[in-house]
């Protein structure tokens, strides 16, 4: 039976000094009682017309929604100044994302949506030692093994190796990796897809696919292998293709997630075709976990130019799989 009345979804603030917090007021005031979600966050980085209501306990937020954005309160030291990230704030941005997991996995809430934050400055303030926000998330909810899904209503992509030189790219991408990729996205799919037998394309390393080993052997001694390893289960999985033509329309409609074997080959088409609606989902956490696709745009920040776009559709992404899941 689907919960009718599920738990609220966490925001986290994320970087202070950059467009997040704009992002969360004009998300509530986009969604509005419609999809209920509380930010995480101090109350003074909001805008100055912003309707807030503090709440102490996520179980408030629906009441609150109606007539503000609902705030559990988390307190920062010292002032903030709009493009001008502060590392002293780092470990309070730190702590609050750490906050966000704590109630999704205890059922307060019943997803993520996190704030894009600004690594120079977690650096710099709190000794960050992950890549980024999708490793540390994974440090939290000790696991080994995450994949990065970048998601629109036009296309679903997923790098096997994410955070790395392209130089290293060959060195990163081994069968365990990729296996463990494939494993945990189909199985995503299953759960928080509603996708019972998600149809997978793979593309390859090579230009061409390698073209039959004339332009590289990572297809024929990687990638193949684990293919026809995972077909031999039942994985409905087609590859290893050209990666040039695998993002027009024709190709998209042929499959659900396309699997691509390191960053840009995955993010340029997702956000060639479809910009501002991207979200970014961690796969295989114990918990969902979605983000809008763009950085903290320092440079447009406390100007009120911020476009909501992307937030709007991790909360509505995040709502979406956290129904799915509880059916």
Same mark, same amino acid.
């Given at each position: 039976?689907?919960?009718?009345?599920?738990?609220?979804?966490?925001?986290?603030?994320?970087? /202070?000094?950059? =467009?997040?917090?704009? +992002? #969360?007021?004009?998300?509530?005031?986009?969604?509005?009682?419609? @999809?209920?979600?509380? !930010?995480?966050?101090?109350?003074?980085?909001?805008?100055?017309?912003?309707?807030?209501?503090?709440?102490?306990?996520?179980?408030?937020?629906?009441?609150?929604?109606?007539?503000?954005?609902?705030?559990?309160?988390?307190?920062?030291?010292?002032?903030?100044?709009?493009?001008?990230?502060?590392?002293?704030?780092?470990?309070?941005?730190?702590?609050?994302?750490?906050?966000?997991?704590?109630?999704?996995?205890?059922?307060?809430?019943?997803?993520?949506?996190?704030?894009?934050?600004?690594?120079?400055?977690?650096?710099?303030?709190?000794?960050?030692?992950?890549?980024?926000?999708?490793?540390?998330?994974?440090?939290?909810?000790?696991?080994?093994?995450?994949?990065?899904?970048?998601?629109?209503?036009?296309?679903?992509?997923? /790098?096997?190796? =994410?955070?790395?030189? +392209? #130089?290293?790219?060959?060195?990163?991408?081994?069968?365990?990796? @990729?296996?463990?990729? !494939?494993?945990?996205?189909?199985?995503?799919?299953?759960?928080?897809?509603?996708?019972?037998?998600?149809?997978?394309?793979?593309?390859?390393?090579?230009?061409?696919?390698?073209?039959?080993?004339?332009?590289?052997?990572?297809?024929?001694?990687?990638?193949?292998?684990?293919?026809?390893?995972?077909?031999?289960?039942?994985?409905?999985?087609?590859?290893?293709?050209?990666?040039?033509?695998?993002?027009?329309?024709?190709?998209?409609?042929?499959?659900?997630?396309?699997?691509?074997?390191?960053?840009?080959?995955?993010?340029?088409?997702?956000?060639?075709?479809?910009?501002?609606?991207?979200?970014?989902?961690?796969?295989?956490?114990?918990?969902?976990?979605?983000?809008?696709?763009?950085?903290?745009?320092?440079?447009?920040?406390?100007?009120?130019?911020?476009?909501?776009?992307?937030?709007?559709?991790?909360?509505?992404?995040?709502?979406?799989?956290?129904?799915?899941?509880?059916?």
């Amino acid at each position: 039976m689907r919960n009718s009345n599920p738990s609220p979804i966490a925001l986290s603030c994320g970087e /202070p000094s950059g =467009i997040g917090p704009e +992002l #969360a007021y004009k998300a509530w005031a986009a969604l509005g009682h419609e @999809l209920p979600f509380f !930010l995480i966050g101090d109350l003074r980085h909001l805008p100055n017309d912003t309707p807030v209501i503090e709440i102490t306990d996520p179980s408030e937020t629906r009441a609150a929604c109606a007539h503000g954005l609902p705030v559990l309160r988390h307190e920062f030291t010292g002032a903030v100044t709009p493009g001008k990230p502060n590392p002293d704030h780092a470990q309070s941005v730190l702590d609050v994302i750490a906050r966000g997991v704590d109630l999704v996995q205890s059922g307060a809430a019943s997803a993520l949506c996190t704030g894009p934050i600004h690594k120079q400055a977690l650096y710099e303030g709190a000794g960050f030692d992950w890549p980024g926000h999708t490793e540390y998330l994974a440090a939290l909810a000790g696991v080994d093994r995450v994949v990065m899904m970048l998601a629109s209503p036009q296309l679903r992509v997923v /790098p096997v190796t =994410i955070h790395m030189p +392209l #130089a290293q790219v060959p060195l990163g991408l081994t069968p365990d990796v @990729l296996e463990q990729t !494939l494993r945990i996205t189909r199985a995503a799919l299953n759960r928080d897809f509603a996708l019972p037998a998600p149809r997978i394309a793979v593309a390859g390393l090579n230009p061409h696919a390698g073209e039959g080993g004339a332009m590289g052997k990572e297809e024929i001694k990687i990638i193949t292998p684990v293919l026809n390893k995972l077909r031999a289960e039942g994985f409905d999985i087609r590859g290893p293709l050209s990666a040039d033509t695998m993002f027009h329309e024709k190709a998209r409609a042929q499959y659900d997630v396309a699997i691509a074997m390191y960053h840009d080959q995955a993010l340029i088409p997702i956000k060639t075709l479809d910009f501002d609606r991207g979200v970014n989902i961690t796969l295989g956490l114990p918990f969902i976990r979605t983000s809008p696709d763009h950085g903290t745009a320092l440079d447009i920040a406390g100007l009120g130019r911020a476009n909501p776009t992307s937030t709007i559709e991790a909360l509505q992404m995040a709502a979406r799989m956290a129904a799915t899941r509880t059916a």
